[in-house]
């Protein structure tokens, strides 16, 4: 692997030492155990100086030796279980990660729930949707607020995907996929009545959707996993399944919600 440019050695400490808003901050007696987690060996300890000059300056004489080190740093920086305290710290953290790396021709990419760095050129077309979406959200919501908020959570969907955060991508999905069956529910003629009008669960909507034909069978089979993979927003969940979002699993709800708002579309009344 080629050395890293100065500059990106210079965001790759503020990282670590996580003094902006929504990072993870790291004290100077918790520099040296992070390393030591990246897989640092003799990783030094923080002699009181200030973090960031300390921090970069130790980076650069460790990529001297081996630039190995460096690709631990930032494979630690983007695993989630340095935030199992700090979920929420995560999404930041990955997103300017991403960006930082982009420069340098890389990404983040997850394989068996670990972080590893790929390969990236931005002028790549991205890979395509296994289902792509062939309505616009106001064919589905005529609510324009309502339909401005699915929106909003569409594009937000997309960005997070981008950037490789895709825990948050498939929460994104799965808001967006209750709120348009929310509305469906509330707007459109059932045969089957809902058994319950308020709280009501994904799991029922996605069933009442099916019910009444507005959603096709392979729609309601994917809905289904995708309320899975949501649930693992909560970290004991993901925990316990042992499984974390990575491309494919966004893919994969990509499809879905594209899936479901065609058939919605495809079932509206004129």
Not at 129 to 132: A, D, G, L, N
Not at 203 to 216: F, G, K, P, V
């Given at each position: ?9 210079t ?12 990072m993870?901050?790291?004290g100077?007696?918790?520099l ?11 990783a ?14 130790t ?10 080190d460096?690709?631990r740093?930032?494979l ?8 199992l ?6 999404n930041a ?6 960006d ?8 983040v990419?997850?394989?068996?729930n ?14 395509p949707?296994?289902?792509?979406l062939?309505?616009a959200?106001?064919?589905?919501v005529?609510?324009?607020?309502l ?16 950037h ?11 808001s967006?996929?209750e709120?348009?069956?929310v ?14 009008t308020?709280n009501i ?19 309601k089979?994917a809905?289904?996993?995708?309320r ?6 909560h970290?004991?969940?993901e ?13 994969l ?6 899936a ?11």
């Open positions: 692997m080629d050395p890293f440019d100065d500059s990106t050695l965001e790759i400490a503020a990282l670590i030492c996580g003094d902006e808003p929504r993870k901050r790291r100077g007696w918790e040296a155990g992070f390393l030591r987690r990246a897989g640092w060996e003799d030094p300890e923080h002699d009181g100086s200030a973090r960031m000059t300390w921090t970069k300056e980076l650069a004489e460790r990529q001297d030796d081996d630039v190995e460096i690709k740093v930032i630690r920086l983007a695993d989630r279980r340095e935030y305290q700090q979920p929420d710290d995560y953290v990955i997103a300017r990660l991403q930082i790396l982009a420069l340098e021709g890389l990404r990419d997850y394989s068996k670990r972080p590893v760095l790929i390969d990236y050129d931005p002028d790549e077309a991205p890979r949707q296994r289902v792509e062939k309505v959200i106001t064919d589905l005529d609510d324009p607020d339909a401005g908020a699915v929106q909003l959570r569409l594009d937000e969907a997309r960005v997070c995907q981008e490789g955060a895709y825990t948050s991508a498939v929460i994104m999905l799965g967006l996929l709120g348009v069956l509305h469906a529910a509330d707007t459109r003629p059932a045969t089957q009545p809902l058994a319950r308020r669960p994904l799991q029922a909507l996605i069933q009442h959707a099916h019910d009444n034909r507005w959603i096709d069978q392979d729609a089979m809905s289904d996993l995708l899975t993979y949501r649930n693992l927003v970290p004991l969940a925990k316990r399944a042992r499984h974390s979002a990575d491309f494919d699993t966004a893919d709800c990509w499809s879905t919600v594209n479901v708002l065609n058939d919605l579309a495809a079932s509206k009344a004129p």
